[in-house]
């Protein structure tokens, strides 16, 4: 594996790289991974910025007002709302902090380690970039209290996936049905779905996006997309012990310039704290504790199976 510095539309970045894998992180724009590559065949997974300029991000700041790409990570919260720390209230912005603070990095031995410090809540949140033998990626988490009073979290991967092909989702077989928590313009919020209803994604636009989540826990921890024109597949690995939830976020042109999926393993359910800390879900951390955990993912083409 190499790692090297480099410029991405004008901002300092990382690349890791193997023989089947590029990824390309860059650590001010909230630690986004920007760019992530299957070699072998060419395919981009991530979206990338279009015409949006790419830019650090301004904190407090609207998501969807951002530049709409690649993989940003969503803590401690997705959903604007308000938490209690000890005896104090206070406000979370949009889609959390992490997305929109500038993340300290540093290449430790085979693995890019970006970490950042919370602003409304005392925490600190690092993630680890390795790559494995062949066309594999490993994301490692941990989430430490550097505060003096218990501090509750949701988090949820947020990587926004191309869609321009037509892309089935893929799910294991034990998650046959879906809750929607965002019906757009076409579907019912709070209704179920088959999953066979809304697992094939077509590129055009049509101005509509939806959202949906497993509820409860998962009972497999595993999803991941399928290109039916090129046969590309991408696949995502999570312990569900230590990620129990899944969302799905379907974009076409909802709030996105093109057709995004983003596939959204997390922990909490579901999009808010306050939400999640009511219904038992989030994860409190006790003054100096730390919880941890890592997503798998595998790149290819051809046949694919989930391990």
């Known amino acids: 594996m190499i790692m090297r510095e480099e410029t991405y539309k004008g901002l300092r970045a ?19 991974l920007v760019s992530l590559r299957y070699k072998p065949t ?100 941990e989430a430490t209290n550097t505060g003096k009073v218990p501090v509750p979290f ?11 092909e037509p892309t089935r989702i893929l799910l294991p077989e034990a998650m046959p049905e879906l809750l929607c928590v965002h019906g757009g313009q076409s579907l019912a919020t709070g209704r179920t779905y088959r999953a066979a209803e809304i697992v094939r994604v077509k590129p055009e636009l049509t101005g509509d996006g939806t959202k949906f989540y497993y509820p409860g826990t998962v009972p497999e921890g595993w999803s991941g997309l ?9 696949l995502i690995y ?3 012990e230590s990620v129990p939830h899944w969302g799905v976020w379907i974009d076409r042109g909802a709030c996105n310039d093109r057709t995004a999926i983003a596939l959204e393993p997390g922990i909490g359910y579901y999009d808010s704290l306050e939400r999640a800390v009511a219904n038992g879900t989030a994860v409190t951390l006790g003054p100096g504790k730390s919880y941890r955990w890592r997503l798998d993912l595998k790149l290819g083409s051809g046949e694919w199976r989930a391990a």
Not at 20 to 27: F, G, T, Y
Not at 77 to 89: F, L, M, N, P, V
Not at 226 to 234: A, I, R, T
Request: net charge negative; charged share 20%; proline share 7%.
């Open 14 to 32: 990382v690349a890791a790289e193997n023989e089947d894998v590029q990824a390309i992180v860059v650590p001010e724009a909230g630690g986004k």
């Open 42 to 141: 060419g395919k981009e997974w991530l979206l990338d910025s279009g015409s949006r300029p790419l830019r650090p991000p301004v904190y407090g700041s609207t998501f969807t007002d951002g530049d709409m790409s690649g993989w940003d990570e969503c803590f401690p919260t997705i959903d604007r709302c308000q938490a209690d720390i000890g005896e104090e209230r206070v406000a979370l912005p949009d889609h959390g902090e992490a997305w929109s603070l500038p993340w300290s990095w540093a290449i430790q031995g085979n693995g890019l380690v970006c970490s950042v410090e919370g602003v409304a809540l005392p925490y600190r949140l690092t993630r680890t970039l390795t790559l494995g033998h062949g066309a594999s990626l490993s994301l490692s988490y």
């Open 154 to 164: 949701l988090w949820a991967a947020h990587p926004q996936f191309r869609a321009d």
């Open 226 to 234: 399928y290109g039916e024109d090129s046969g590309n597949y991408l």
């Open 238 to 240: 999570a312990p569900v």
